[in-house]
């Protein structure tokens, strides 16, 4: 069973958090692929560069190399996992081929982590992508605005889709895009969505556990 | 003035009209990245491929190197191009530093290379992108099939996302999608839809003409 | 037991024969090293290379392009074949240490498909190369000029190379060429020429038959 | 005139401090290669991997992706930078033939930026390394302790050695190594020390002022 | 102008000679790209992994890495050279558009490195090939063994490759092969054969002299 | 058990001694990472760029090709090596994780290649390293100067450390220096250094013998 693991780059502000995240993925044999968005540390470096006039090609350059910084961390901390940080589909798929690890970060301006998760899963053959989110579940509508929110733990494609149009959930665009869905949808990957603070939600779901939401074709 | 063209993968179905686009691209002394689409050639390799079972990903690259040939066909035609393909935006920028004009082909899988264009005139810091389309100009309906659909010779970005939302526009996803049109508004460039069966619109549009749609942010 | 298979550029002119080609190198077990030809498509890019004036270099680099753009499609149809197209023999042998199958075009300019598909087989240390050609077997004269022209199922080298500098076996230079010839028999290697449109020789010379023309040190 | 501008990681720390540097270097018109550290960022990064059990190997590699982090930063801020991070001498040699400006990170483990600014000075040919530092000059003690301490505007490398040899410098190991000494003494190469917080000395060093320690051969 | 100069490996045998050819390439103003044999280095090293039982694959390739040291050597002796040694065509393509000399090896098993130079001098467009061989010219006959021998200062390309063809022509394969012969005289390359060890002849040539044998189409 | 072996680049000046060296490889079943110095190869090209005014950084290029020529040999005389000579430390790192045995030159300028075998080993995991070295054990003083120089079998990393920064040691930087020497006692690596025309002896060192001086931490 292969899985993708698409991890939010707000994990890498958390040192015990990653150091976690390393056992949980060294300790399921199965094969995985990481991918690690940039975070805070992408968000302040792109910042720096808005300010001082730099190109949007070059502020995605900057999120990208953020990004494979946190996957480089990452890397550093499993046993097994292929020593490089691959920046393109095609050595994913060569690295893919000889480790039971790989973790990438951003491949190219233009394309969210998510939507590099969701081709990391297309070419992994991966059936089941799990989103350590900013959020510990897709909510009908914003829970931090509406007490009367209601917590959905199983969607279809067409209904996440709908949701995420709307400018209601919390995390937005970097939770998933519509590029991303398409992707995952056309595989009938399965995506579970959990909350990104809790690592042991990995086994959980790999146990068949639902800790936060399910969403299927 | 740094222009970029965007040839539909069709032109290099006609010997004759990639022979004079080069002819085109070499009269005038503007800088110019062109990106290239792979056509019915990639459209052929891609049914086979997706007959016999190959990945969405496999597709995808049989795709991109569709379009890299077709890039490396032009290329072989102008005198002063970079010699390469360049396969991602930090070889282009490289390229685009000391050449004059630089061909390039898809880049990843999960974009277009309507999105590649878009994601190059970014990087060019282009003002201008010239589409050399399989239609002569945006219609307000398909005038194929609605002889009283309107020719639209200017429109705005939002404008312009509505129709090709829509699915009245022929050619569809080919002719641009809303990721690069994102992309493109963004940046404030102005894009020209014109009939690429008629490389002379390059000169008309360079000397301030409008043989087609224009599109403004 | 590796084998190379020389797989003429024409094979992929028909859909059909290709995915028999798949299926044929995916049901034998043997490490298996293609190598295939531009064909037409490379012949009509070449040619409208040539008319535009494009120099020699080009029109071989866009020869190699189209003999990648046969492999990657190949690779698309194998389940276990190295992912990508190596570009030179070092390449080739890196990916030839752990994968099963590898699927190469041209390397560079000056270097005939049946070439690279000899020193493959020297550097992969196969003892036989599968030449699926666009003749069934070698003739003493031009078959189809000559009705009385003679089969010939077995040649020793020196027999070969005579025949093949002479200008009466069709096919000529894309079946085999002096160089290639050089390289192969300098390693003693096996040569069985077949009818390329029949991927059941593949099966049938792996079981000791010899459907075609076997040449021999 | 070339000019090395060693920036040490710590400036990145400070988003004004950079947006100046990077407003320094584009207005003098002389070549200059910049070599920047990895600072706290690397640092951060580091103490997280060594608390998880990576290996020398990888924590070094860290620090090198973060320098090269900063280092894109900047690029991103100046107008005619080379557009890439080069990862070797190599790479830097190619760049700097045919850009005003180079900047670069760390090249492999095993060698501090310190070492790669000298031996980016000496394949770069230039005569001058500014090193903009976290002291603002060098002293025969350490200031901060001894208020004696005196302030050493000259040094010849013997005496700056043997005050890198002994423990009183704060900043230490940054600063310079022994290593990067020797490469700079055997080139006969002109190190100004002075505080990176200032980035206007850049101007006026290149002016012939000595702000800090000026250190020659 | 711009020519080609091949030089054999035997130069750099002789350290004083090949300083010369520096200054030589260095004094004349005109675009030059070098391609260099690997000599006795070559053979020596070959040898060696010949005795143990390397294949033919890795002997070319430890020949190929000697011409490419001797490339660097040169290059290292010159100051505006390409700074690496492109290890294929696209590679010297690339170079040889933005600097004045470019100094390469060679670049794939089968290919010596005469068939290089002569590829060099197709893809650069160049008029005229200089090889610095180890004969001072073409003869009839082998001049150490037949004092008649007459010396042969003018050839057309076919009665060149009838004497190369023929044993008696000392220097042999190194000299040329057929291979570079049919590759030059389809681009209708003059070439100048001259005494390796007089590096002023190639000022001699650029003045219109002819002080060996020049070859014509 | 991982072990890295460095040979002095002398080695490669005697054909028997590398062909031993060879046998010696294939026939220990242990994972090794072999390092090869330039020699005498390196010395004599050098020597003339530095005649002809080559800069530092061309001479260390030119020393670190000649140590993959070096490198290259011994390639070619194994069976199982990775096939191409990896030229930093993450390539290594890749090539280490799929192969038993990997041959590396050197690196970057800046660093000897005692310097790379120490980061190899550290990368590795080895915990030896078998230094195949000019002299065959380290004594208290120049024991062709000093005939009551003391032969020393084993060291502390301290007192090692000592002896090499005093000049009575022949061999001197060849052997090991600082930066070499701190970064194996980092990691407390076990070095044997032996005489180099014993091949015999690393097949003594891997049962437990100690033919010259075993240095521990």
């Known amino acids: 069973m292969a899985v993708v693991v ?19 993925i060294k300790s399921y044999g199965v094969k ?7 975070g805070e540390l992408a968000r302040r470096y792109i910042s720096a560069a808005k300010r001082g006039g730099a190109s949007n090609t070059f502020q995605d350059l900057i999120g990208i190399y953020a990004s494979r910084l946190n996957a480089l961390l990452l890397i550093s901390l499993l046993g097994d996992a292929y020593p490089k940080v691959p920046t393109n589909i095609e050595e994913f798929l060569e690295a893919w081929r000889s480790h039971r690890v790989v973790v990438a970060g951003g491949f190219q301006p233009g394309q969210s982590t998510a939507t590099v998760a969701a081709l990391v899963a297309e070419a992994a053959g991966a059936s089941v992508l799990l989103n350590a989110a900013n959020i510990d579940a897709v909510y009908s509508d914003d ?18 889709e709908r949701i995420v149009r709307s400018s ?50």
Not at 32 to 38: E, L, S, Y
């Open 32 to 38: 995985i692929a990481v991918v690690t968005g940039g």
């Open 168 to 217: 209601s959930l919390p995390g937005g665009y970097e939770l998933m895009d519509v590029w991303s869905i398409s992707i995952l949808r056309r595989n009938c990957i399965t995506v579970y969505i959990f909350d990104g603070r809790r690592p042991e939600h990995i086994g959980a779901i790999l146990r068949g556990e639902n800790p936060g939401t399910k969403i299927t074709c």
């Open 143 to 160: 829970p931090r605005k509406n007490p009367k929110a209601e917590r959905l733990p199983h969607l279809k494609y067409d209904e996440f």
């Open 6 to 24: 698409k991890l939010s780059g707000r994990i890498f502000e958390d040192e015990e958090l990653v150091l976690k995240y390393a056992e949980a």
